[in-house]
Antibody, heavy 120, light 111 residues
């Protein structure tokens, strides 16, 4: 079964750090771009970052540039999100998402999400 | 990058058809045929419904269809069923630097 399982969410104080992980299974992880998409409570989806198949290319939304870092370990089939200098507005469910294979742009597999709460 | 514009809510009766619009700009929806749609039930992760404007992934009923005209994409759901009640989000590619943007989401109510 194709699956993405996030972990690492929790409560953190403003200015703090958190590292999310996403374990992939059931597909060739190294063949897909991977993304993080977040959703604040009661709000819509927001794309945050993406990483290329080999980890050499990344793209960040302006709201997280300089604070968040996306990385991957293809040997471990795992995607990571290092979040530093966290702010209250970063509070959201963070979804690990698989990019569709090929030349198209879409998100075909979503994890169940992990909640990050930034509050004192 | 501003969010794509979707109606906050739409509604329809079982068996009817509804269309959800998704308006962007000439830099995103109007520039690329990479519009996708996602269905999200309360408390659940989004589900992939449409890609490349009008293509359906395997397993998605043909009651769901997509189209695009200029800077506006649309999702049409025909033969509405109770289980279609959910939030729907569009997404468009916007180039390699900004990558892409979601719409604000539309709540579909099946009356």
């Amino acid at each position: 079964e194709v699956q993405l399982v996030e972990s690492g969410g929790g409560l953190v104080q403003p200015g703090g750090s958190l590292r999310l992980s996403c374990a992939a299974s059931g597909f060739t992880f190294s063949s897909h771009w991977m993304h993080w998409v977040r959703q604040a409570p009661g709000k819509g989806l927001v794309w945050v970052l993406r990483i290329s198949t080999d980890g050499s290319g990344t793209t960040y939304a302006d709201s997280v540039k300089g604070r968040f870092t996306i990385s991957r370990d293809n040997a471990k089939n795992t995607l990571y999100l290092q979040m530093n200098s966290l702010r209250a507005e970063d509070t959201a469910v963070y979804y690990c998402v698989r990019g569709i294979k090929g030349t198209s742009v879409a998100f075909d597999i979503w994890g169940q999400g992990t909640m990050v709460t930034v509050s004192s | 990058q501003s969010a794509l514009t979707q109606p906050r809510s739409v509604s329809g009766s079982p068996g009817q058809s509804v269309t959800i619009s998704c308006t962007g700009t000439s830099s995103d929806v109007g520039a690329y045929n990479y519009v996708s749609w996602y269905q999200q039930h309360p408390g659940k992760a989004p589900k992939f419904m449409i890609y490349d404007v009008s293509k359906r992934p395997s397993g998605v009923p043909d009651r769901f269809s997509g189209s695009k005209s200029g800077n506006t994409a649309s999702l049409t759901i025909s033969g509405l069923q109770a289980e279609d009640e959910a939030d729907y989000y569009c997404h468009s590619y916007a180039g390699s630097y900004t990558f892409g943007v979601f719409g604000g989401g539309t709540k579909l109510t099946v009356l």
